[in-house]
């Protein structure tokens, strides 16, 4: 059974950091590509970052420059170090696979607060 677990969130001052992990089990996803996608209430689910299983990146624009999307196919495991947060970067931040979609995982909350 294929599960996601997303980890690492909290609650930061404007300005701080954090990093996010997500581990991917029940299948190998060395394969697939990785994304990171946020949500806030009463909104779409919104796209911010992904990784190809080569290594190639890409951002949303607001992010880029501030996060940095990694991978660790050993770990079926993706990260999202994200710097200089503000409070829109506030939201239930999820991962998941592409082109294969998993089922979604619980989310991990960011909060972005002074």
């Known amino acids: 059974q294929v599960q996601l677990v997303e980890s690492g969130g909290g609650l930061v001052q404007p300005g701080g950091s954090l990093r996010l992990s997500c581990t991917a089990s029940g299948s190998d996803f060395s394969g697939d590509g990785m994304r990171w996608y946020r949500q806030t209430p009463g909104k779409v689910r919104e796209l911010v970052a992904a990784?190809?299983?080569?290594?190639?990146?890409n951002y949303k624009d607001s992010v880029k420059g501030r996060f940095a999307i990694s991978r660790d196919k050993a770990k079926n495991t993706v990260y999202l170090q994200m710097n200089s947060l503000n409070v829109e970067d506030t939201a239930v931040y999820y991962c998941n696979t592409y082109p294969r979609v998993a089922p979604w995982g619980q989310g991990t909350q960011v909060t972005v607060s002074s």
């Open positions: 990784i190809t299983s080569g290594g190639r990146t």
